[in-house]
């Protein structure tokens, strides 16, 4: 059974904002919270805490692939990207990131930089949302680059940065590399076996975990002065001092098997889902596209341009269903969106764009009733606004 605390009436298509809990992870949440320990004490009681823990770290660890030893646990993603940004930044020499990342590493990035003038470097994307690697590459090329730090999967296109010739165009230049893989993990398989970046960051709530709870992957051998936001008791190798979030920490663990486990068969039954979602769409609705490199993204989101009909009105129109207006951390700000201006489009565009986001939980007849929903909306709004006054 899956959680559904926003009623079964409402079509929750915002898995980029978060996703419903997954039933394994409320138990083991439930489970730690029952029992007292705190996972650093040495007697039976904070043995178990610690065991709970281990065992988080392990099945986080087989969602990627890598070592549990190379997990650090934080309170989200925006934590674990101002970790990586950092550290990896103090060990002198610029910050090279993109356009469209998300705040945590675009302001964190900001923020870094401030200091030293000509530290940063932002590589744009096309109209596509992909990342120049020859434009990286001639950045690269400039030298003294400490860290290249590039998103997986944008939270708004869904559209996948392909890193594997970005991991080798920057080590060849002796930077490291971070990517902001929020969005993917769960989302889509990755082996860190096989990718070598350096850094990552990861959030549960995204994969059905609790809010609150991420981690940071850090290889084993690369070298980094760490800088910790807080410090005290030095836990998580001093990464993170103080208590660690066992109940969170717990669920995140059990998010990510469930999520390993189903991840093989919901890729292509989420694929196919937001397929027949924009099938529907853009026969109904007309002008109205598709944003992002179509073959080269998440599987369950869409970013959809409804030509004249303002995002927020079109939200508004359609209550029973849940989906967003740009990203959902600056939902409610005046701005439009920086990664669809990036790709080129105008301020109109960004203003009229819908995210939807589908995930393990999403059904068929939820898209059913979404499509109907939407076109309704798309149409009431723009025959709103084209009536005289
Ligand atoms: N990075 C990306 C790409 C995200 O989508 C988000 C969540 N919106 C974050 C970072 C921040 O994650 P958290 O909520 O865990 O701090």
Same mark, same amino acid.
């Given at each position: 059974m899956t959680y559904r605390p926003f009623g079964s009436d409402l079509v929750y298509l915002d898995y980029n904002a978060t996703a419903p809990t997954r039933p394994e992870a409320l138990e083991a949440t439930l489970a730690a919270m029952r029992t007292v320990g705190?996972?650093?004490?040495?007697?039976r009681s904070g043995r178990d805490a610690s065991d709970r823990v281990d065992l988080a770290r392990r099945q986080v660890g087989d969602l990627l692939n890598?070592?549990?030893? @190379?997990i650090v646990f934080t309170s989200g993603a925006t934590e674990a990207n101002n970790l990586a940004l950092r550290a990896a930044f103090a060990r002198g020499g610029k910050l090279v990131t993109s356009a469209v990342e998300h705040p945590a590493v675009l302001e964190t990035a900001r923020a870094l930089t401030a200091e030293r003038p000509g530290s940063l470097a932002l590589v744009p994307v096309n109209e596509y949302g992909l990342v120049d690697l020859d434009d990286l590459r001639a950045t690269l090329a #400039? /030298?003294?680059?400490a860290i290249v730090s590039l998103m997986a +999967?944008?939270? @708004? #296109? /869904?559209v996948l940065t392909d890193l594997a010739p970005i991991v080798e165009a920057a080590h060849e230049r002796g930077a490291l590399v971070h990517t902001d893989a929020t969005q993917l993990i769960g989302r889509l398989p990755i082996d860190l076996a096989e990718m070598d970046v350096d850094l990552l960051s990861l959030s549960a709530h995204k994969f059905g975990g609790p809010q609150g709870v991420g981690a940071l992957f850090t290889r084993r051998g690369i070298s980094l002065p760490y800088r910790p936001l807080l410090i005290g008791g030095g836990q998580e190798r001093g990464w993170r001092a103080g208590t660690l979030n066992v109940a969170g920490i717990a669920g995140a663990g059990a998010a990510a098997e469930a999520a390993r486990v189903a991840l093989a068969a919901e890729v292509s039954r989420v694929a196919q889902l937001r397929d027949a979602l924009e099938r529907s769409l853009v026969e109904q609705v007309g002008d109205c596209w598709v944003n992002g490199k179509l073959d080269q993204r998440l599987p369950g989101v869409s970013s959809i341009t409804f030509g004249g009909a303002p995002a927020d009105a079109v939200l508004a129109a359609m209550p029973d269903v849940a989906a967003s207006e740009g990203s959902a951390c600056s939902? /409610? +700000? *005046? #701005? *439009?969106s920086h990664v669809l201006l990036a790709m080129g489009r105008s301020r109109e565009e960004a203003d009229s764009t819908v995210r939807f986001s589908l995930g393990y939980a999403t059904t068929a007849s939820d898209i059913d009733r979404a499509a109907s929903s939407v076109v309704r909306a798309v149409r009431q709004v723009r025959a709103a606004l084209a009536a005289p006054l």
């Open positions: 705190n996972a650093s004490s040495t007697h890598c070592s549990s030893g @190379e #400039t /030298g003294d680059v +999967a944008n939270n @708004e #296109t /869904g939902s /409610g +700000a *005046p #701005t *439009p």
